[in-house]
């Protein structure tokens, strides 16, 4: 490969004697870089970027056009014509310019638009063809930088021979966890930025630690236990939203509902080793790592998901609890528990029973995943 030359060329601009011309945005200078097999091509413009880039061949070219650019001067640079662009040509192209690189050989030009300001952007055409390897390991790197999916883990709680909380009139916080979960499935396959997925989607049993392992397996960014709180007393009303404890619970109602949602387990003959341990001390590095890894988002998460229920329900507690729910123990995906209502409380288990209201929760819930991607985005 011959050693590469660089040549800057100046291009001058004029307005021509019209409405559209008056408003044209000028050119500034351009530089092309080559050599044998390869040019970078390099135009600065001010205002609009507007371009359209293709190729021709019978002969080879590659042809620039921006149509908000006025007219051009011919280069005043003389070429040495000694790498893959034999030379540069400019002319009128209906309101705009046209500028055509001739080349050696066929090549496919890649383009990108680099912001630097407000007003000013450079337009960087790039004519080569990587080998296939190189190829290969840019198109991996390119769909890295893609945005994707969230995927979000939605637990309806209890299910199947687990009923959960029974109200006094006999309703199930089952079937009331599994119409909000529902509902939210709906919201979010409905908005493209999200894949939501459920642990269950029918009235079965599934115990805590595989739910946590679902959603491991699914690559959840996100996991939300939904819920219906009962009280000892029937007075206790309003939606709660609980993440992780590392220390114990922040209230003694927090510390009686752990214990009765992670009762669940009791109708479970099996735990997976990898979430639970007999062993205090690794129980205790277990739920260590997880409070590391995911308590300032879920933190964050829960925080915004307080303030849109409370626009939609009463809240039992204006601030976010914590308590040692099984369900929340992953070790590296934000989670928070969502009580929607005491199913204890009359009024509570009246509204949580209709249609309209657990729509109305996942409305909430949908707002306030997307609030918190909002704020913090996924890696690209």
């Known amino acids: 490969m011959d050693r590469r030359r660089f040549i800057t060329t100046l291009l001058a601009t004029c307005l021509l004697p019209s409405t559209r011309a008056l408003a044209a945005n000028p050119l500034t200078p351009f530089t092309l870089q080559e050599d044998d097999d390869s040019a970078s091509f390099v135009i600065e413009l001010e205002g609009s970027h507007e371009h359209k880039v293709f190729t021709l061949d019978n002969p080879p070219r590659v ?8 007219r051009i001067a011919p280069s005043k640079a003389p070429r040495q014509h000694a790498g893959i662009v034999k030379d540069v040509r400019t002319g009128r192209h209906g309101d705009g310019i046209r500028i055509v690189l001739d080349l050696k050989r066929l090549k496919q030009p890649r383009t990108q ?16 063809d ?32 687990d009923p959960g909380c029974v109200s006094a ?11 909000v979960a529902d509902a939210l499935k709906t919201r979010l396959h409905a908005d493209p930025r999200f894949e939501p997925s459920l642990t269950r989607d029918s009235d079965i049993f599934i115990p805590l630690h595989q739910r946590v392992l679902m959603a491991r397996d699914h690559h959840a960014d996100l996991f939300i236990s939904i819920h219906a709180d009962a009280a000892p007393t029937p007075s206790a009303s309003g939606a709660s939203v609980y993440i992780l404890s590392e220390h114990g619970a922040s209230s003694a109602m927090a510390r009686w509902l752990a214990e009765s949602q992670n009762a669940a387990d009791r109708y479970d003959s099996t735990r997976d080793s990898n979430i639970y341990s007999d062993d205090p001390d690794v129980q205790s590095v277990l739920i260590d790592l997880s409070m590391r890894g995911t308590d300032v988002a879920s933190q964050k998460l829960a925080k915004t998901t307080l303030g849109h229920l409370g626009e939609v329900t009463h809240l039992h507690q204006h601030r976010v609890n ?15 528990l969502v009580e929607t209502g005491f199913m204890s409380n009359r009024a509570d288990c009246k509204r ?22 909002e704020a913090n985005p996924l890696p690209a």
Do not use: C, W
């Open 63 to 70: 042809v620039i056009d921006l149509p908000q650019v006025s």
């Open 113 to 128: 638009v680099r912001q630097l300001d407000a007003h000013r952007a450079q337009l960087i055409v790039s004519i080569n």
């Open 130 to 161: 990587p080998d296939p390897l190189m190829a290969a390991v840019t198109a991996e790197a390119e769909s890295h930088r893609q945005p994707r999916k969230a995927i979000i883990e939605i637990d309806a709680g209890h299910g199947g021979k």
């Open 169 to 179: 009139d006999d309703h199930y916080e089952k079937y009331v966890a599994l119409g």
């Open 322 to 336: 914590k308590a040692a729910f099984a369900v929340l123990k992953s070790p590296d995906i934000p989670s928070m």
């Open 352 to 373: 949580l029973l209709v249609k309209s209201h657990q729509q109305a929760l996942a409305e909430a819930l949908h707002q306030s995943v997307a609030d918190f991607f």
